[in-house]
């Protein structure tokens, strides 16, 4: 065995190992160093001045590209490694020309009296939440994640606690710098430029390069009220969590962390100043190293109803240290009270060290033994959706959380208008909830067989036919016509034609479709279906050839594809 292949098989079957061992060292270290960078910068205090010039440097790299024969520039794309973003793929972006924009990772300024920021695009949430919550505000959409960025977010969705009352983070968004095809620098509003304002989120990067990003900013409380409702009956759970969303004083954050079919917690939370001693009493700073993970904490008030008083800070991050219950999986025994007692310390590991270290036995892992999804759905299918995810998956917990899809007509973005039942009578949105499935599904942890592609497409046609989108930050597995049937392409196709990004930019469903490594998986698991038995590496080369299942299909109109 050489040694790149067994340094790669040790990764793999010592993952939880390296992880501890090498992941969480390595992680504290980058981020003591992005800390120390920032606090440079903030000292030097030239983020503005700095920002017009890298925006320059962008505009002359694309000039550049554009400058070039056309049968020889290569679509763009951000240099940003598929190590660092926070989607399951390994985008093929050395086949693109990449963009050279890593710089762009500073806040420039922030208006509290308008109650915007600004900040370049690869400023982290956890950036920006430090930053904003020293000055009393939150970003009115503030993901759970640290790592995620900014411009990540409002190129592709966000969406939090706080979205039953503000929508999608692109509701949030004042203004897109956005930098086009031809090196162009535009200020994008919904009154300047409506067109490509309303296209750009779930875009990917496929319009044009974002620069700067004005944001929504709301005023917050020192601590966040939560309170916790048990159910044990699914009618319960569904009719409850709608019924909160829609109401005129709705809570200020609202999720349910569901435990089985019919059990669930009800998460409400109000900003809140603890000031009594028997508010003080209440305060839970759960964001500490040594405390048990979130959502097992969550998972005591399945006995009864009880509240505490949560710092904000910890509120925002909550899921952070156990990325949900995704650590449970890469470090068992991570929630161990020893564990948190002697490591806790250094947790999370960084999804950028989860992504740098996935071997291709574990990238194969990540969809044949395991599911990674965020699902948009219209609200009237939450129970279906959750019966749905229990007969296909069986993982629990699951997460659900309500958002306002704002309903603006056909064609008016990629995702398709909510259906008039779905519509918030007398509103100008319609509810929908993210129903998010991460871990290993019950009969692979049972040792039972299981074909996890193939519950995933079934959950992509449950999704379609109840007018929902996964997020694409997950692994999607429709073909490009299920795709275009799932989203509205009509104005995105417009947008792509006026802004001269055809051809400049890989097309949408290019840049999130499987990479062609999963696609030869994929044609496996066709053999491994046809015969019962998986087949020998040596057959399965012979039966390629032959299966016209929905793989071998898929990857021989991906080679057409890229073929040209
Ligand atoms: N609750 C939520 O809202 C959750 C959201 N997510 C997802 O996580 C992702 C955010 O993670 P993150 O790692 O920050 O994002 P990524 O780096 O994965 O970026 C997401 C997409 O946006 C594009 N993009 C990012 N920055 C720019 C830019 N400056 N100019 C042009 N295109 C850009 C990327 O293209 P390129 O490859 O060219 O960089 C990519 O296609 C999003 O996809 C989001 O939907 C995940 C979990 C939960
Ligand atoms: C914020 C939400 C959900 C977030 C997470 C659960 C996922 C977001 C990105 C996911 C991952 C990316 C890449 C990975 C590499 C693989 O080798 C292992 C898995 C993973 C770490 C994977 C794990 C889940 C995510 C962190 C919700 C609230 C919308």
Redesign the pocket.
């Known amino acids: 065995m050489d040694a790149k292949k067994l340094a790669l098989d040790l990764l793999t079957r010592y993952r939880s190992v390296v992880l501890v061992g090498v992941g969480l060292p390595v992680g504290l270290a980058f981020e003591a160093a992005l800390r120390v960078r920032t606090k440079l910068y903030d000292l030097l205090g030239a983020a503005p001045e700095r920002h017009d010039e890298k925006v320059r440097d962008i505009q002359d790299q694309v000039s550049r590209w554009a400058a070039q024969p056309e049968a020889e520039r290569k679509p763009m794309c951000t240099d940003r490694k598929t190590w660092m973003n ?3 793929r390994f985008e093929p972006k050395h086949r693109w020309h990449q963009v050279r924009m890593g710089k762009l990772r500073d806040i420039l300024s922030v208006d509290l009296e308008a109650r915007t920021v600004h900040v370049e695009p690869f400023v982290t949430v956890g950036q920006a939440t430090s930053y904003l919550i020293d000055k009393g505000y939150m970003l009115a959409v503030n ?3 640290a790592e995620a960025t900014l411009g990540g977010l409002a190129m592709a969705v966000g ?1 939090t606690t706080h979205s039953h009352k503000v929508g999608l983070l692109s509701e949030t968004v004042v203004a897109y710098e956005l930098v086009t095809a031809q090196g162009e620098l535009l200020r994008v509003t919904a009154d300047s430029h409506p067109d490509l304002y309303r296209a750009l989120p779930w875009s990917h990067g496929t319009l044009g390069l974002l620069v700067g990003l004005e944001l929504k900013i709301i005023p917050v409380k020192s601590h966040v009220h939560l309170r916790y409702e048990p159910s044990a009956s699914q009618a319960q759970y569904c009719a409850r969590i709608n019924e909160l969303a829609t109401m005129d004083d709705a809570p200020d954050f609202l999720e349910a962390t569901v435990y089985s079919r019919e059990q669930a917690v009800i998460i409400k939370g109000e900003f809140a100043e603890p000031i009594t001693p028997e508010q003080k009493a209440k305060i839970n700073p759960i964001g500490r190293w040594y405390k048990p993970w979130f959502y097992t904490h969550v998972r005591q008030y399945l006995r009864g109803e009880g509240d505490e008083y949560i710092p904000l800070r910890h509120y925002l991050l909550r899921h952070n240290r156990s ?2 219950w ?1 650590v449970e999986h890469m470090i068992p025994g991570g929630n161990h009270p020893v564990f948190r007692a002697l490591l806790g310390w250094m947790m999370p590991p960084k ?1 950028a060290f ?2 740098f270290s ?1 071997t291709p036995a ?2 194969k892992m ?1 969809f044949t033994k395991q599911v ?1 999804q ?1 699902i948009t759905l219209p609200m009237s299918a939450m129970a279906q959706a959750v019966n749905r995810s229990d007969e296909l998956f069986d993982i629990y917990p699951i ?1 659900l959380y309500p958002c306002r899809i704002y309903d603006r007509g056909p064609g008016s973005g990629q995702l398709r208008h909510p259906a008039p039942e779905d519509r918030v009578e007398g509103t100008d949105h319609a509810m929908y909830f ?1 129903l ?1 499935v ?1 871990g290993v599904p019950g009969p692979i942890q049972r040792g039972e067989k299981f074909k996890t592609v193939h519950a995933m497409r079934e959950m992509e046609a449950f999704t379609q036919s109840v007018r929902g989108f996964p ?1 694409l ?1 997950a692994d999607t597995f429709m073909t490009r016509a299920e795709f275009e049937e799932m989203f509205d392409l009509s104005l995105y196709r417009e947008v792509r034609a006026k802004y001269g990004a055809q051809g400049a930019f890989p097309d949408l469903y290019d840049k999130i479709k499987p990479e062609l490594e999963v696609l030869a998986v994929l044609d496996e698991e066709d053999a491994w279906e046809l015969d019962g038995e998986r087949a020998e590496p040596s057959e399965q080369a012979e039966q390629a050839e032959v299966i016209e299942g929905p793989w071998s299909r898929l990857a021989k109109l991906r080679h057409q594809h890229d073929a040209g």
């Open positions: 926070l989607s399951t993901l759970e994640i969406m990325i949900f995704v999804i989860l992504k996935t574990v990238r990540t990674f965020d997460l993210d998010g991460y997020f930050y």
